[in-house]
């Protein structure tokens, strides 16, 4: 193997290395300075603390009475009394397991959330890239535009070449120098709203080379292993499971509480004083909760089949266009690197060979190609994003 073949091997494996390290070190930066994941943060910290509330028995009741007696010789009377309600005891376990779950459930609410905002950050991320690449190409046009231009007007001086032909050459140096233009701005924006995701501060992002994974061909066994990692499906079942501890709660809560406590009386040369005990007879006040309880059951499996369907859908379009999209661009890259269509055109045109308009037609075509083919890496690599979405 030659040293030439050994350095190139080097060289791609470095800018590879070195534009997917650029991604990853913007998403975590994103992660750390987001104010709205900060906020979904905050916020599921909260749910998870309010799911923990409601789990110890209600407030005791203490009640007091002073009663005047008539006639007043009966004297007046004073009552005591402490109570403490307890619903059945297994409600207690019911709502400690119930409130384990639902706070796994915030935790994978809060996981989606962050999913989102990520996918968007790399996304933007992806549009960067293009961009990057995108400037940097018209760099080169414009390099090529200007030489030919300052070669028309020497030629022009000397009557080799036409004002005609001088003019094509300005013209086309200008369009290239607006579309510079008109790129940089699309990049600056691209660049404020890159700032924005990372709380207000400013983040350097230059890649401008695309590194696309190569996709598992097969999408059943890519999808084995994608629907593990779903936050959605992950989330209903944790929402069937909520479900189902619930029913048993309702349950539990059906059968009677007790009532317990301390009790004094207390006239005249009389004092009374004990325990009291009571039970409360649910006869109508929890009346169809568990009828609820158990169709809201249903009514989630029906939720989580239906996700399921569209998961599969959606991720099968997404993987038929990402191949689609990676064979594509391997054909692409073959045909425009199979021969050096702007030295061809060069020599073409100084040997007059082709006019100038005909080399202008030519290279447009080219240039057009070499866009369309940055367009389809920057559609593969969003598309990738998407089908990689909960990996990031």
């Not at 998403?27 to 906020?39: H, P, Q, R, S, V």
């Not at 409601?54 to 007091?64: A, I």
């Not at 200007?146 to 036409?162: P, Q, R, S």
């Not at 084995?224 to 048993?248: D, V």
Request: glycine share 4%; proline share 2%.
């Amino acid at each position: 193997m030659s040293k030439i073949y050994i350095t190139l091997i080097f060289i791609l494996s470095v800018s590879t290395a070195f534009s997917q390290a650029g991604i990853d070190s913007v998403l975590a930066e994103i992660e750390k300075n987001n104010t709205t994941l900060a906020a979904y943060r905050k916020n599921a910290d909260a749910d998870k603390i309010g799911n923990k509330t409601s789990l110890l028995p209600e407030n005791p009741e203490v009640g007091f009475n002073y009663l005047w007696g008539n006639p007043d010789q009966i004297g007046n009377r004073t009552d005591l009394s402490v109570t403490q309600s307890f619903d059945f005891p297994t409600a207690y376990m019911y709502k400690s397991q119930l409130a384990n779950l639902k706070n796994e459930q915030v935790e994978m609410e809060y996981k989606r959330q962050r999913y989102d905002v990520l996918l968007g950050a790399k996304v933007l991320c992806t549009e960067l890239t293009y961009l990057n690449a995108l400037y940097a190409e018209y760099q080169k046009r414009f390099n090529n535009d200007l030489k030919n231009a300052n070669a028309f007007k020497k030629k022009m001086e000397v009557g080799d070449a036409t004002i005609l032909e001088y003019n094509k050459s300005q013209i086309s140096l200008l369009n290239t120098e607006k579309q510079l233009e008109q790129i940089k701005i699309e990049r600056d924006v691209a660049l404020l709203q890159l700032a924005w995701l990372n709380g207000g501060n400013t983040l350097d992002y230059s890649d401008s080379v695309f590194v696309a994974d190569i996709i598992e061909p097969d999408f059943e066994k890519w999808y084995a292993q994608a629907a593990s990692y779903n936050p959605m499906l992950n989330w209903l079942k944790q929402e069937i499971a909520i479900s189902l501890k619930e029913k048993q709660l309702r349950v539990a809560q059906n059968l009677p509480k007790i009532n317990t406590g301390y009790m004094s009386e207390k006239v005249v040369g009389e004092q009374f004083h004990g325990v009291t005990l009571g039970l409360s007879i649910p006869l109508w006040g929890n009346k169809n909760t568990v009828k609820y309880a158990r169709l809201k059951t249903e009514a989630v499996n029906s939720m989580e089949t239906d996700a399921k369907v569209q998961f599969y859908n959606e991720m099968k379009t997404l993987h038929g266009k990402a191949t689609a999209l990676q064979n594509s661009i391997t054909d692409f890259k073959q045909r425009i690197s199979a021969n050096n269509i702007l030295d061809l055109l060069e020599k073409g045109m100084q040997k007059g060979e082709i006019s100038i308009s005909e080399y202008y037609y030519e290279l447009m075509f080219f240039y057009a190609n070499k866009e369309e083919l940055l367009s389809m890496e920057k559609e593969l690599n969003i598309t990738l994003a998407k089908l990689n979405k909960y990996s990031l």
